[in-house]
């Protein structure tokens, strides 16, 4: 770790940020500031904010871009704040101290939303220490069987991080031991349920022992197969079942648990900024800033919002839902009698005094994540106010294009980009495939296209770890195929 | 080393590793050098990415904020999606930057080049003046105020007039401090490369993008070798002319070819701007290897033999195949010049070629 020096005025900052910040209703870990010179602030971001991270090459790839875009003046890292308690948070020592403040102020907005966001509550708070685990054992499998290998298998457990299941934390994918009010009391072996033998007809109609019968068959069918039923989380699939070293299953888990430990934050990207930048900039106009520092702010409150070009901001369409949330609970603009309103003038001066907007977005805060944010309260009235559109890939044109500003289409695109953080989702179906041992992989198909060259050299990647033939189902725009690697060639057929 | 320059120098010793296994592949496309700055090339390199499952191009499109009818273009850039999804996955093909000279020792590793022993007396010496001490007299510009005022502090604290709480500071003529520097003696050696091609009409493109990579590698490799490097072009077809660099490449004539206008030239040159006890000369000439009769070839063999090899570190000629060429001069230049070490012939196959040409152009370290 590297220590530096807090500054005073700085200290003396923190605390009366921290003071504001708490009487405002933030709950939050305690925050240890750094003040950190560029290069360092780049390095560290360049290690996703852990100096304790494993050496890999990655990092060192990541830090001449950040360097070299820092030189040109195209980008300055103004906080870098992890997930952690006690919250790290660096601060560039070059900035002044009114945006230290800003940058303060949204850190402690960032670590409220941490701590207190449901989606965060299975990272492992510990994970400084964890990283620092991780990176010592690394070090050790690389003493060991060299560091060319090591790294190697790293990049190939890399390429498959995105195979998780965002949601393991907090869901049993694994069936339980069957439970259900269906008996097999028949000669037929069909569940039925229960009933009377006057009710029998009523109860069980013909319909529905043909529909139980079916759905025992496939069952049956399915649990000769292995796994029984797809299963998302392939890297952890991978651990349990591939026919690995130890040690590389020890590298597999460790990209897997780092993953799962990011993914909460790309789940939240909009809320988390949303929910940092409505508070620090709630914060500084109301409590923190002088008059005389109100100016300087606000241009720099304007450059952290701004969209570039038509590019939607995360922070900007964070901000404005969640102040747009407030004040639809404040005024009681929702529910049944404000939706079912059709004159214009009574909705615009619609005022119920309800003042329950601070409340709802704490609320909003703990319960929600992006896809489920902007499913419930992106509005019509918002995504008009906003001026969004919606674009799409011409391929004759071979560009991207405006596609339309009809408020059903643009949601629709904002939450398909937004699902399974952008990734495809794609299932273990079998692992037994051919019965030769063979590992299936099945992407969901929902309208969008695998990258065929990234999806050909993650397939090989795959083979690493299997060590048997893979394949992947997919489906191009009319067509369904199966790309196949087996060592040697890629098939697709 | 601190932890992160560890990483990076291994992120670069794999691009190195990268680069190297690919190099025969580069050094036959031409699009490395379309990246070319001032001392780095962008070599696109997407392998080293890290290759996962995502979505093909056009992928599923998104949402963006602004004005604009529907099917107007969205710029690139602009109506990125939100959340991670548009942090990190742009469709661009990843580059990484080479130094030239890291090119250069990669070319040198791999084609096994040996390191040129510049000939002629050190006589050119560059002087710099470095800054790297610190005296008590010297001009007031010179003045470093930073150990002055760290001086007359040491001397006010010594004689107990320092008041912390109003620090003021008077330096006196002994509390000055100025920087001094030391001359530092560099022996450089200075070298001249001059390229000469044929343009006449069967000199196709195709022959003119081998010359264009094979003269990269050579003034990659010797730029490495020598601090400064002088490059002059010439074209020919039966008459010669000095050109720049982007006429020398892009010029085609439909005359006919007389060998010896470029030689002729070419010691004009050298005579004129590079006496050969201080340079070290490299002289490369590209044709497919027809010349005039007449006895043009005589004339060639005859200036090379008296003015042009003498002068040179190395004379180079690449015969370049061509469908219309007859390729008999390069063995006129082989009758004549087998057992010299300071002419190498080439005979360059198409683009594959390219890479054992150039390990024989430069596998001498002449």
Known sequence: MIHTAFPSDLKAAKYRIREIVE????????????????????????????????????????????????????????????????????????????TQKMVMAHVYGHCDFFKNNMWFSHTNRKMMDEMANHASRVRSL????????????????????????????????????????????????????????????????????????????????????????????????????????????????????????????????????????????????????????????????????ANSGRQVNPYKIGIELFRDIEDRWDRGR??????????????????????????????????????????????????????????????????????????????????????????????????????????????????????????????????????RPVHIASRSEKKDFVLSFDGEEITEE | MSKIERDAARFRHIVKGRIRKELKQYMSRGELFGKKGKDVISIPLPEIDIPRFRFGTGGSGGVGQGDGEPGQPVGPGEGGQPGPAGEDEGQHVLEVDVSLDELAE???????????????????????????GIRRVGPEGLRHFKRTYRESLKRQIMAGTFDPKKPIFTPIREDRRYRSWVDV????????????????GSMGDEQKEIVRIESFWIDTWLRAQYKELETRYIIHDAVAHEVDRETFFHTRESGGTRISSAYTKAAEIIGA?????????????????????????????????????????LFGYGQVQSPYGSGQFIKDLRHQFSSDEKVVLSDIQGRDGIHGSIKEFLGKGN
Request: aromatic share 12%; net charge negative; with cysteine.
């Open chain 2, 273 to 313: 701007n590079y006496p050969p006890q201080d340079w070290n000369i490299y002289l490369f000439h590209f044709s497919d290897g027809d010349n005039w009769g007449g006895g043009d070839t005589e004339v060639c063999l005859e200036i090379l033999k008296s003015r042009l090899v003498p002068d040179a570190n």
């Open chain 1, 23 to 98: 009487g405002a209703g933030l709950d939050t870990y305690e925050v240890i500031f750094e003040v950190l010179d560029y290069k360092t602030i780049n390095s560290i971001a360049a290690y996703q904010g852990f100096p304790t991270r494993y050496p890999h090459w990655r990092w060192g790839m990541e830090f001449n871009r950040l360097t070299k875009g820092y030189a040109y003046g195209l980008q300055t890292i103004y906080e870098l704040v992890i997930n952690n308690d006690p919250c790290y948070a660096y601060l560039l020592q070059s900035n002044e101290m009114i």
């Open chain 1, 142 to 305: 690389m003493a060991r069987f060299g560091q060319d290998k090591v790294e190697e298998f790293i990049d190939v457990c890399l390429s498959l991080e995105n195979l998780v299941d965002v949601h393991a934390g907090g869901i049993r994918r694994t069936p339980r031991t069957e439970k259900n009010g269906a008996g097999t009391d028949q000669s037929d072996g069909v569940p039925r349920l229960r009933a009377k033998s006057y009710m029998e007809d009523y109860i069980n109609p013909p319909e529905f022992i043909v529909a139980q019968r079916a759905s025992m068959e496939g069952k049956e069918r399915r649990s000769k197969q292995f796994p029984s039923e797809p299963v998302r989380d392939v890297m952890a699939f991978l651990v349990e079942h591939a026919p690995a070293e130890p040690w590389q299953r020890e590298i597999l888990e460790i990209v897997r648990e780092e993953a799962l430990y990011f993914a909460p934050q790309g789940q939240t990207k909009i809320m988390n900024e949303g929910w940092a930048s409505y508070w620090h900039s709630t914060l500084m106009t109301t409590e923190i800033l002088d008059d005389a520092e109100i100016v300087d702010y606000a241009q720099k409150h304007a450059g952290v919002t």
């Open chain 1, 334 to 467: 929702f529910g049944v009698d404000y939706e079912m309103c059709d004159s214009f003038e009574e909705r615009r001066d619609w005022d119920r005094h309800l003042g329950l907007g601070r409340e709802k977005i704490f609320e909003v805060r703990r319960l929600y994540n992006d896809v489920t944010f902007i499913d419930e309260f992106l509005t019509e009235d918002f995504c008009r106010r906003n001026n969004f559109f919606s674009f799409s890939y011409n391929s004759s044109a071979e560009r991207y294009e405006i596609e339309s500003r009809e408020f059903k289409r643009i949601k629709e695109r904002l939450l398909f980009s937004l699902t399974n953080m952008g990734n495809p989702l794609i299932d273990v179906i079998d692992a037994n495939h051919r019965n030769r041992g063979e590992l299936l992989l099945q992407h969901r198909f929902e309208g969008t296209v695998l990258d065929l060259d990234k999806a050909i050299a993650t397939l090989k990647n795959l083979y690493r770890v299997w060590s």
């Open chain 2, 185 to 200: 003696v560099h022996p450089e050696f200075n070298a001249a490369i001059v390229y000469m091609m044929d343009v006449s």
């Open chain 2, 106 to 132: 990669i070319l040198g590793e791999e084609l096994e080049l040996p390191r040129i022993e510049p000939k002629g007396a050190k006589s050119i010496t560059a002087t710099y003046r470095r800054y790297s």
